[in-house]
């Protein structure tokens, strides 16, 4: 069975020597960002270190719109047709996400377009909700050498359009969207294509989108077939040097600059940044 991600996948069960390893989209993501971070989160879930996920505001928002706009899908997965507004507010707002009624209050007054939009968005484009919040995984995918991967995910939305083609949406509560040329290359992009695939396998089209709840701005692509191939190898490769190097301190797992190290969790123990610091760089 083609899961979107590999040649070959298992139909038996590995030998008793094989290694399998579980990888999620935004751990590709993560990764692609900076394969040190990735490194130094698979460690410490290996060595169950717990780490405190950071409490803000945003997170809270997020999270709430998120919890409304799945259960509004369900119920029109359910019933055919999607709830009003305010029955979304009556209903699926969840106010424990928050610490506070004041900022409860600010939540619900800044959610509330983007629940509108999103639910005028649906009905105007004669969207067909498929699935919701739903948690996926492929079957185990061969690598070689008695090497195996499984890609795990939640799906936020699948839709299928007009014609007949299905679209996975990420829908996104900040302020920004990747340009369309990075969507088509992450590696997350091909893997949550693999995990519609593996809900729908008979689909022709699937699509990739990301949409911003609060401005209807949206970024789709169509991965060709020469991109998912790429994401593959990579992905393969991955897996390979993963099971090369179990502490992942080799030369592939080294830190790469970017916009998340000013609230990486790792930075006490990051190469690039502790170099910075003895330069006199501030950080």
Not at 234 to 252: E, G, T
Not at 271 to 277: F, K, N, V
Request: net charge negative.
């Amino acid at each position: 069975m083609d899961a979107g991600l590999t040649t070959t996948t298992t139909t038996a069960a590995p030998q008793s020597k094989s290694r399998t390893y579980r990888i999620t989209p935004r751990e590709l993501d993560t990764y692609q960002a900076c394969a040190f971070k990735f490194a130094a989160d698979r460690r410490g879930k290996q060595q169950k270190v717990w780490q405190p996920q950071p409490s803000s505001f945003p997170l809270a928002l997020g999270n709430a719109v998120h919890d409304a706009l799945n259960q509004a899908n369900r119920q029109a997965m359910k019933r055919g047709s999607l709830p009003s507004a305010d029955e979304v507010f009556d209903r699926f707002w969840n106010r424990s996400r928050f610490g506070s009624t004041e900022q409860e209050v600010e939540a619900a007054y800044l959610a509330r377009p983007m629940v509108e939009q999103y639910l005028t968005y649906v009905t105007d484009n004669d969207l067909e909700i498929l699935a919701s919040e739903q948690f996926i995984l492929t079957p185990e995918m061969h690598i070689g050498e008695g090497i195996y991967l499984i890609i795990s995910g939640k799906l936020d939305v699948l839709f299928r359009r007009p014609g007949g083609a299905l679209m996975y949406q990420d829908h996104k509560t900040g302020s920004q969207l990747p340009t369309p040329d990075i969507l088509e290359y992450a590696l997350s992009s091909a893997a949550y294509r693999g995990l519609v695939r593996r809900l729908q396998p008979r689909a022709e089209t699937i699509l990739i989108s990301q949409r911003l709840l609060s401005t209807g701005a949206e970024v789709t692509v169509d991965l060709s077939d020469d991109v998912v191939q790429a994401a593959k190898q990579q992905m393969a490769d991955l897996v390979r040097a993963m099971d090369a190097d179990p502490a992942m301190i080799s030369a592939a797992f080294q830190p790469s600059e970017n916009e998340q190290c000013a609230w990486c969790p790792h930075q006490s123990v990051c190469p690039l940044l502790a170099a910075g610091s003895e330069e006199g760089v501030a950080l």
